[in-house]
């Protein structure tokens, strides 16, 4: 049995995921977002930053959302941050298929991620994460763009936000072209942690 499609991120209170360049990633702004995820257990030992961390419900989330997705989907913007900023080692260790019209050979990395450019669609490069995913979920990891191209096609069936206490005032707005008209919602869980408020819809064609 196929698995649900779900996106997962993080979010500040006035609706921005990202700042506006790629230059400014992992700058102050980008930080005070994360600020909820660098602590935790879970995070540094995906990532290999040493011991130690929180343990506590956000890194139960993290923990959770790693183990419930056996492939990822995302966009050639979030691809190529990621190519300079993930380490050898990808934090996926599942396949990833990236939605582009570049055309490019598989890019396997260590600790099982490997990354497939799909060059027709995002029906296509779902239904190919669908596959390797078996009865596991898919996530569509981003960027803000990508999710919503999933969303406003009726693709997805889970939003997962983690609201930081923090403001942007510009950058990458999430629901900046959601077709609002095409999607409902329905709360599934609200939680809220001394660092961030985590918020689960699910969703549905309206």
């Known amino acids: 049995m196929a698995g649900n499609v779900f996106f997962s991120v993080s979010m500040s209170l006035d609706g921005f995921i990202a700042p506006g360049s790629l230059g400014e990633l992992m700058g102050k702004q980008w930080m005070e977002l994360q600020q909820w995820v660098f602590p935790q257990r879970f995070f540094r030992e995906n ?7 929180e343990e506590g419900r956000d890194n139960d989330i993290l923990r959770e959302t790693f183990e419930r997705t056996g492939a990822s989907v995302m966009g050639k913007r979030m691809f190529d941050a ?6 050898e080692e990808a934090p996926f260790h599942t396949p990833v298929f990236v939605v582009t019209h570049e055309k490019r050979d598989p890019w396997e990395r260590p600790g099982g991620t490997t990354f497939h450019f799909v060059n027709d669609g995002i029906e296509s490069a779902l239904d ?21 191209e999933y969303v406003n096609a009726g693709l997805i069936d889970e939003f997962s936000i983690a609201l930081s206490p923090v403001l942007f005032g510009s950058g990458v707005r999430l629901f900046e072209a959601v077709d609002a008209g095409r999607v409902a919602l329905e709360p599934v869980r609200t939680e809220s942690s001394p660092r961030a408020t985590h918020l689960t819809y699910a969703a549905r064609k309206r």
């Open 128 to 148: 190919r994460a669908r596959e390797a995913a078996g009865d596991r979920d898919v996530r569509v990891a981003g960027g803000g763009e990508t999710i919503v």
């Open 47 to 53: 990532l290999k930053l040493g011991e130690g961390g």
């Open 82 to 87: 990621g190519e300079r900023m993930w380490p």
